[in-house]
Structures are given as C-alpha cells and as structure tokens.
C-alpha cells in the first residue's frame, strides 16, 4: 500500500506541483505519517501593461479569476492518497516578501457567453472593482486554502488534498507579498485493506428494454476483447431503489454496482423517448442559475458518486431541498457538490432502435479495425472567438488559441494535423471543407468557437462586421463518407450537445412565449434550436456511415475568457486539456487511452488546479455542463 501511495503522489505532479526544486519526506507517529513537501518559490516577474501591471510565478498552477478584481498567481499542490484514508492536521508555513507596486495590478477578465450577441452586450473592458482597489485589505484576505475530494486517479478510487498558496495584494498600499520557502505538512493514516476490492465487471450497460437486442452485442463484444461487462434495464432498477427520482435510483445502483462488482465505467445507453419530452434513460438537470438559463443537463451527476466525508454517497444536494446542484444568487442557495468523477460515464443518446443499430456497429467496427493509417491524423476547426465586432481586441484568436494547444500536443505524439483556421487564407469558408477534412479520417477533431444545439461556426480574424462563418450543421451530417475512420470530437461551443432537445419543444415552446415571442419577436425561442430532432453532438454519434465515435460539448451556455486570457481557464483550457492528456506519458494507460476515463482527467485536473467548484458560479458550469456522448470504455484507436 505505501508503495501505491508514492508512486500516486509522483504521478500528480505532473498535474499540480510546487516546481522542480520541491523536497519531500514522509516520517512516522505513533497514529500518522507526515508527509513533508518543501520548496523555495522564485521572485515574481513584474511586467507593465499600459495602465496595469501583471505578477507572474514560475511555480504558479493557476491563477485568481474573479471578475476584476487583482489577477493573482496560486502555487498549488495536490497529494493524493488511497480511498478510505484518515485526514489528520494538515499545517502550510512559508515566509512573505514585500514588492512595492508602481501600478495597479491587471483585474481579471470577464467570463462571457459564447454566444456573440450575450457577448457583445456584457463586454468591458478592463472590468475593475473599486471595493478591492481602493482598499488596504489583503486580496485575497486567506494567504493559502485546503480542499479535498474523493475521484479517480490513474485508474484508483482516491482522496485529493490540494493546498492552495496565494500571493496577497494592498491595492490602495500598492504593495504585494509573495511567498517563499513554503512547507506543507500532511498528516494522513492509510487504511490497513483497500476500501474497494470487487473486481468482477469492469463495465455497466444502463439501457430501456426496448435496446437489449442490439447492447446485447454489445456486451459480447466487449467481453470479447476483455472488458467484463454486464447489462441492467431501468425497468429492473427502478423498482429496486427508493431514490427521490429516477435519476437517482440509476445514482444509487451505480454506487452498489462500484462496490458489489468493482466497475469502472458506465454506459446509458438511451436519451429522449422520440420526439417526446419522455426519456429512455433520464438525465440530471442541474439549477445553476446563470441569469440566461436557469438549468441545463448534466451526466457529471452519474459519475459523481462519492464525497470526502468517509466516502459517503454524493447527492448533489448538500442543503437537502430537494433541488439538485442549486447555485442561486438571489436566495444565496448553494449545494456544496464533491464533483470529482468515481466512475467514467458516457451516453449513446439514442431514441429509436435503428439509431441503437448504428452506433453499436460502429463501436464494434471501430475497436476492432481502427489503425493509425489514418488514426494519427488530426483536424482542428476553428477562427476568432470574440473579434472586435464582438467585444474583443485585434490579433488575439481565441479558439485558435486553444486549438493550437491541441495541434502542439497531438504533434508530439505523431499526429499529422489539418489546421482549419480563418486566420490561414482559404483554410475553410464553410461547411464543404471542414467536411471534406473529416471525411478523409481523423483520429480527433477539435472545433472551438460559437455554435447552438443545430449547428456550429466561428468568426473570421478581427472581424468588425459581425460576418459569422458556419462549419457544420446537423443537415451536412449525411454528407460525411468516413466510414469505418471515425474520430473523437470536441465540439467547443455553446449548447453543442445539447442531449434534451426534441421536436415537442415547437409545442410548448408556443404554449410559453406564444407565437410571437417564438417566431416573430424577443426572445425568439424558435432560433434557439431547441426543437432539432438531435443536437450537434449527438448526430455526429448517431451518423450512419460517417460521423463520429464519441463526441463532448456543452450541454448549456459555453463560457471563455476575451484576448490573451482566452486558455487560462473555461473552455479554452478545459478543451485542450483532454488532447493534453491523451499524450500525458505520466498517466496510466487506462486514462491515457480509454474515453471515458481521458474525459474524467480533465475535468479532475480542472477542479484540481483552475477552480473549486463551490466557489465560482461559472466555473462549476464549465464542468457540470461538459458531458461524454459515446463509450466510456472505448479504446482510443482501437483494440
């Protein structure tokens, strides 16, 4: 077991660490071991901005985002420990240097909508809170904060500790204190027998018994190339369970089926009943009121099963109200959610049995023929996010910011990438190319701009006349040839999986805003496109003959940052972070190379070292809106 321990904690600092000159021990009480970590923080690099001055750290993880308020560096560190381990005292010690200031330092962008019209409206620039600059009191008042967490990680049920050390700023004193030689003493007592021992299936089939049939092959297959795995309908669970709803009966036998059978993925296999408000397998909606959508769908809630507090069942709904993952800045109502994921989940959002044919098919001819011929080739889509019609500055293209992350780490892996970018002359001017890139094989797509439940697009480089490019549509999805060359697609955007849509919403869409405020006037509900028969993400999936093999999107409102900012945190950084890790050697190969749990890492790594949860409004969306359509235990590549 201490061997396990170690070889956990090295893993992760990759992820989170205090830099390269960290020293760490590991001594011995009578009721703990302590683990020591040390480390000598650099003086921080002060660069004038025009009217601002930034503070950069070379150990710094991450950084203070709150919306104009100081953007200031976090040195993080995460130490992860065996499920079922007992906390003792954790104790952080440093020292303080003192920089006198000649400039206010830079506040922190807005997080806007990805939506062009929301953004345009909310954009300032250089937002700026006089409450904090014009004040002698520390920013932010806590030199350090601890967090922790129960997840995954490489493969094994853990606990995360982070220890987040800030540099403190006086605005009205101008005078900023950076830590130094920061020591971090952990107490812990790991369990004498693992807390998780079952080790009969590793996957879960949750489907409707109208899709036996065709998941029955699917159980086959997997089995057959040495993934134990099992099937259970609703109709079987429900009955067994005393949840407050659906959702949570599925909730609660995904629990027993972690610890009776050990399974490490979960797939639902079902979305809408038609073109009903119905479900085959329901979904959680969460009520995270943004003040543009009060709720949206999440699949996060599936994986979340555990929270620190002795590895008890996680409800995501800590107030017990009875209203899950509640964040309500008018009643000041928050659920305090764990959100770290215990089990890959991922959904084939089918709704009729033809659509269960196909996407079966094409797992099982993908895990079986898939070959780097054309697996190591590699498209990423994308333009200027936030141009200047849209709030922005010239010469900074968000999306192709966080592509070019992408492009850099699938290049180091071998991969041979097709830059789509506006800003490359004739790289793409519509739907045909982006079509004709995928319809050669790829192993990934990555598309990041702006995009709705029916289609996706982004704006050409320092665009003032608000000119808006489409790239795909849910009606060019019949016009992909890939078959059998199936990529896994990122669809950066708003509401671009957006799993709940259905034709019904025409109904009652008209019932709610009537027929002038669903066609003819504001909010003009009917341009929403939520009365599509399947998002965007969802038909790629769905696609017979061409498509692809699992996608992820935004079930509600994407959000990014404006300008140099745009891969600090939100979306253009979660993004790329999956590519990141797909080629992140000091993962195991189970994280590295399976869907479900490469998905989990970045929203684990997210949670880790961009932002808690429970603190940011819209960082909790960024995560709990993310969702995996496809098979969670989908070898990368093939088998």
Same mark, same amino acid.
Request: charged residues 20%; proline residues 5%; contains cysteine.
């Given at each position: 077991?201490?061997?396990?321990?170690?070889?956990?904690?090295?893993?992760?600092?990759?992820?989170?660490?205090?830099?390269?000159?960290?020293?760490?021990?590991?001594?011995?009480?009578?009721?703990?071991?302590?683990?020591?970590?040390?480390?000598?923080?650099?003086?921080?690099?002060?660069?004038?901005?025009?009217?601002?001055?930034?503070?950069?750290?070379?150990?710094?993880?991450?950084?203070?985002?709150?919306?104009?308020?100081?953007?200031?560096?976090?040195?993080?560190?995460?130490?992860?420990?065996?499920?079922?381990?007992?906390?003792?005292?954790?104790?952080?010690?440093?020292?303080?240097?003192?920089?006198?200031?000649?400039?206010?330092?830079?506040?922190?962008?807005?997080?806007?909508?990805?939506?062009?019209?929301?953004?345009?409206?909310?954009?300032?620039?250089?937002?700026?809170?006089?409450?904090?600059?014009?004040?002698?009191?520390?920013?932010?008042?806590?030199?350090?904060?601890?967090?922790?967490?129960?997840?995954?990680?490489?493969?094994?049920?853990?606990?995360?500790?982070?220890?987040?050390?800030?540099?403190?700023?006086?605005?009205?004193? =101008? !005078?900023? &204190?950076?830590?130094?030689?920061? *020591?971090? @003493?952990?107490? +812990?007592?790991?369990?004498? #027998?693992?807390?998780?021992?079952?080790?009969?299936?590793?996957?879960?089939?949750?489907?409707?018994?109208?899709?036996?049939?065709?998941?029955?092959?699917?159980?086959?297959?997997?089995?057959?190339?040495?993934?134990?795995?099992?099937?259970?309908?609703?109709?079987?669970?429900?009955?067994?369970?005393?949840?407050?709803?659906?959702?949570?009966?599925?909730?609660?036998?995904?629990?027993?089926?972690?610890?009776?059978?050990?399974?490490?993925?979960?797939?639902?296999?079902?979305?809408?009943?038609?073109?009903?408000?119905?479900?085959?397998?329901?979904?959680?909606?969460?009520?995270?009121?943004?003040?543009?959508?009060?709720?949206?769908?999440? =699949? !996060?809630? &599936?994986?979340?099963?555990?929270? *620190?507090? @002795?590895?008890? +069942?996680?409800?995501?709904? #800590?107030?017990?109200?009875?209203?899950?993952?509640?964040?309500?800045?008018?009643?000041?109502?928050?659920?305090?959610?764990?959100?770290?994921?215990?089990?890959?989940?991922?959904?084939?959002?089918?709704?009729?049995?033809?659509?269960?044919?196909?996407?079966?098919?094409?797992?099982?001819?993908?895990?079986?023929?898939?070959?780097?011929?054309?697996?190591?080739?590699?498209?990423?889509?994308?333009?200027?996010?936030?141009?200047?019609?849209?709030?922005?500055?010239?010469?900074?293209?968000?999306?192709?910011?966080?592509?070019?992350?992408?492009?850099?780490?699938?290049?180091?892996?071998?991969?041979?990438?097709?830059?789509?970018?506006?800003?490359?002359?004739?790289?793409?001017?519509?739907?045909?190319?982006?079509?004709?890139?995928?319809?050669?094989?790829?192993?990934?797509?990555?598309?990041?701009?702006?995009?709705?439940?029916?289609?996706?697009?982004?704006?050409?480089?320092?665009?003032?006349?608000?000119?808006?490019?489409?790239?795909?549509?849910?009606?060019?999805?019949?016009?992909?040839?890939?078959?059998?060359?199936?990529?896994?697609?990122?669809?950066?955007?708003?509401?671009?999986?957006?799993?709940?849509?259905?034709?019904?919403?025409?109904?009652?869409?008209?019932?709610?805003?009537?027929?002038?405020?669903?066609?003819?006037?504001?909010?003009?509900?009917?341009?929403?496109?939520?009365?599509?028969?399947?998002?965007?993400?969802?038909?790629?999936?769905?696609?017979?003959?061409?498509?692809?093999?699992?996608?992820?999107?935004?079930?509600?409102?994407?959000?990014?940052?404006?300008?140099?900012?745009?891969?600090?945190?939100?979306?253009?950084?979660?993004?790329?972070?999956?590519?990141?890790?797909?080629?992140?050697?000091?993962?195991?190969?189970?994280?590295?190379?399976?869907?479900?749990?490469?998905?989990?890492?970045?929203?684990?790594?997210?949670?880790?070292?961009?932002?808690?949860?429970?603190?940011?409004?819209?960082?909790?969306?960024?995560?709990?809106?993310?969702?995996?359509?496809?098979?969670?235990?989908?070898?990368?590549?093939?088998?």
């Amino acid at each position: 077991m201490k061997k396990t321990i170690t070889l956990l904690i090295v893993g992760l600092l990759f992820i989170s660490g205090l830099g390269a000159a960290t020293f760490t021990k590991t001594t011995t009480t009578d009721q703990f071991q302590i683990e020591t970590t040390s480390a000598s923080i650099s003086e921080p690099v002060i660069t004038e901005k025009e009217e601002f001055i930034s503070i950069e750290l070379e150990q710094a993880t991450s950084y203070l985002m709150d919306t104009g308020k100081p953007m200031l560096p976090i040195i993080g560190k995460t130490f992860v420990y065996p499920a079922g381990t007992t906390l003792g005292d954790i104790n952080v010690d440093f020292e303080k240097e003192t920089f006198e200031l000649e400039k206010k330092i830079t506040p922190a962008p807005q997080k806007l909508p990805l939506n062009a019209d929301l953004a345009e409206q909310m954009y300032v620039e250089n937002p700026f809170d006089a409450t904090v600059y014009d004040s002698s009191n520390l920013y932010p008042s806590e030199s350090y904060d601890i967090n922790t967490g129960a997840g995954r990680y490489n493969g094994e049920h853990v606990i995360f500790v982070t220890v987040n050390t800030y540099a403190q700023y006086s605005p009205s004193e =101008d !005078l900023l &204190y950076v830590p130094s030689d920061i *020591t971090i @003493d952990v107490s +812990f007592d790991t369990p004498a #027998s693992p807390l998780f021992t079952a080790d009969e299936y590793d996957l879960l089939i949750i489907t409707d018994e109208q899709f036996t049939g065709d998941m029955q092959r699917l159980v086959d297959h997997k089995n057959s190339i040495g993934i134990k795995t099992v099937m259970e309908t609703v109709q079987e669970i429900y009955p067994a369970y005393n949840g407050r709803d659906n959702p949570e009966d599925i909730k609660l036998r995904i629990k027993d089926a972690i610890e009776e059978w050990g399974i490490k993925y979960v797939l639902l296999a079902g979305g809408r009943k038609g073109q009903t408000h119905d479900w085959y397998i329901p979904s959680r909606t969460v009520h995270n009121d943004d003040g543009w959508e009060a709720g949206y769908e999440s =699949d !996060l809630y &599936y994986s979340d099963i555990y929270k *620190t507090d @002795d590895y008890v +069942f996680e409800d995501w709904d #800590s107030n017990g109200n009875g209203i899950f993952a509640e964040w309500s800045a008018l009643s000041s109502r928050m659920d305090v959610i764990d959100y770290y994921p215990d089990v890959s989940v991922g959904r084939l959002p089918i709704r009729y049995t033809s659509e269960a044919g196909v996407v079966v098919d094409k797992i099982i001819d993908y895990e079986t023929n898939a070959d780097d011929s054309w697996f190591k080739n590699g498209v990423v889509v994308s333009g200027d996010t936030f141009p200047p019609s849209r709030g922005g500055s010239p010469g900074w293209y968000e999306g192709e910011m966080g592509t070019g992350h992408t492009v850099e780490a699938l290049e180091s892996n071998g991969f041979n990438m097709e830059k789509l970018w506006l800003s490359i002359p004739g790289a793409w001017t519509g739907p045909e190319d982006v079509i004709n890139a995928i319809s050669a094989g790829a192993g990934f797509v990555h598309f990041a701009g702006h995009s709705n439940p029916a289609s996706w697009g982004n704006h050409p480089p320092d665009d003032t006349e608000h000119v808006f490019i489409d790239g795909i549509r849910i009606w060019d999805m019949n016009k992909l040839t890939n078959t059998g060359e199936y990529p896994i697609v990122m669809l950066g955007g708003c509401h671009s999986a957006q799993f709940n849509v259905t034709m019904a919403n025409i109904l009652s869409g008209i019932m709610e805003y009537g027929l002038g405020g669903y066609f003819f006037k504001d909010p003009f509900r009917f341009f929403y496109y939520e009365w599509v028969p399947h998002d965007l993400s969802s038909w790629f999936v769905i696609q017979k003959g061409g498509g692809a093999i699992g996608s992820m999107g935004n079930t509600g409102l994407g959000y990014g940052y404006v300008n140099e900012h745009a891969d600090m945190g939100l979306g253009g950084w979660l993004d790329p972070r999956f590519f990141e890790n797909h080629v992140n050697e000091s993962l195991d190969d189970e994280v590295r190379n399976y869907l479900g749990p490469l998905h989990d890492s970045s929203l684990s790594d997210y949670i880790t070292i961009i932002g808690n949860a429970n603190k940011d409004q819209i960082d909790r969306k960024t995560i709990e809106e993310h969702v995996l359509l496809g098979d969670p235990s989908l070898r990368i590549g093939g088998v």
